[in-house]
């Protein structure tokens, strides 16, 4: 990668490497296209710990992590006195480590920024080279590609044969036991790994269970899943404010529907409120009540939606008002990072409840505002964006 553009490396005969001319002018050409103001700076860590995309093989890890991974790896060794000097680290052909910002807040806490114009070119490099390697791999594992709905548990309880199970141990179906339990409280609870693994997982009905999928936002246990399913329905955090509406919320939000939102209601609080966490009803925002907006073009005879949505927010949820969500598109040529509209937090939960009502019904019929007794009085805040103006994070 030379910033946005793949580059070919050829091998000769004599074991050198070289790359075509026109290729290295395109991406020479794309280069001098870059602005660069250095005081114009954008923050890329570290956050609060939230839920990351395990990665499978032929896909990439994201250059934020890439990136706060090398630094606290560095970090720690300069307090055990280890560190030694390394050579630059290029991430798409840029010298990060060259412009990288540290800044400590209250004469602690350390942060990173990086230049605007950075951000964005490692941004698109990142989406160009997912894009290749969807292109050229037989078989890419990537969060783009559809997984079907395994089939669940057989009447008499127990899963179908997979090869992921042992077929020697018995796993039990999930029958609500720990419905409405603290996962704070359970955590700390001696032996509770084994426990989680003698249930089968509580979405697709067929591997072992392996943790407990749990509300981020109220603090409830949900269910025991599977690995693959616990990672299916993370959102796809940049920020701890900002997620990239992938391929795979076309399954979540609809050949699965009914599916995910009986295991995110199993939340009391989510359930309560009629709504999903913040992360959650951005994505299903974005991706169902917003998609009449996004931007298409002309493929053949007909017009594909075209570049990534995204969706970030500021303010508190809980806090009438206060919290917006704001949706763009990136990589799109009619404008790479183009706001698609802002929507208030009340008037996302409204079109929510109306989808959900007509979308499913029982699930809808079993929540409702009179069952707040007993959740949680703590507000989660969300935090404000410190990136630029007018909301945008790029």
Not at 149 to 158: F, H, N, S
Not at 199 to 204: I, L, Y
Not at 218 to 230: D, E, F, I, T
Request: glycine share 6%.
């Amino acid at each position: 990668m030379l910033g946005t553009c793949v580059v070919e490396l050829v091998s000769t005969n004599n074991g050198q490497w070289r790359v075509p001319t026109a290729q290295l002018r395109q991406a020479a050409a794309a280069w001098n296209t870059v602005e660069l103001d250095a005081f114009d700076l954008v923050r890329i860590g570290p956050f609060h710990p939230v839920p990351q995309q395990d990665r499978s093989a032929g896909t990439l890890r994201r250059w934020r992590q890439s990136i706060s991974r090398e630094l606290q790896s560095r970090n720690q060794a300069d307090r055990q006195g280890s560190y030694k000097s390394e050579p630059p680290s290029h991430r798409a052909g840029v010298d990060w480590r060259r412009m990288l910002v540290e800044r400590r807040r209250d004469g602690a806490e350390r942060s990173w920024w990086l230049p605007r114009a950075v951000v964005r070119l490692l941004d698109a490099a990142e989406h160009a080279e997912t894009r290749w390697l969807q292109a050229h791999l037989s078989t890419p594992a990537t969060e783009e590609s559809p997984r079907p709905m395994q089939p669940r548990a057989t009447a008499d309880g127990t899963p179908p044969a997979t090869g992921e199970a042992d077929p020697t141990v018995q796993l039990r179906p999930y029958a609500g036991e720990l419905q409405g339990q603290l996962y704070s409280v359970l955590t700390r609870r001696p032996g509770m790994s084994r426990t989680v693994a003698g249930w089968v997982c509580a979405v697709c009905g067929t591997a072992p269970a392996a943790v407990l999928d749990h509300c981020h936002e109220h603090g409830y246990v949900r269910a025991p899943v599977c690995l693959s399913c616990n990672t299916l329905e993370r959102p796809d955090h940049l920020y701890n404010n900002d997620i990239r509406v992938a391929g795979r919320y076309s399954r979540l939000f609809g050949t699965d529907t009914v599916d995910w939102l009986h295991h995110w209601h199993r939340c009391p609080g989510c359930r309560a409120r009629t709504t999903l966490p913040l992360p959650h009803l951005a994505a299903w925002t974005a991706h169902t009540a917003c998609r009449t907006l996004r931007p298409t073009h002309r493929q053949g005879r007909t017009r594909k939606p075209c570049g990534v949505l995204r969706v970030s927010w500021t303010g508190s949820q809980n806090t009438p008002r206060s919290c917006l969500l704001t949706v763009s598109v990136d990589f799109c040529p009619s404008g790479e990072h183009r706001i698609l509209t802002r929507v208030p937090y009340r008037e996302a939960l409204g079109k929510f409840g109306t989808w959900l009502a007509d979308t499913a019904p029982v699930i809808a019929a079993d929540a409702g505002p009179e069952r707040l007794d007993g959740l949680p009085p703590e507000s989660r805040l969300v935090v404000a964006d410190t990136s630029g103006e007018a909301l945008a994070l790029f």
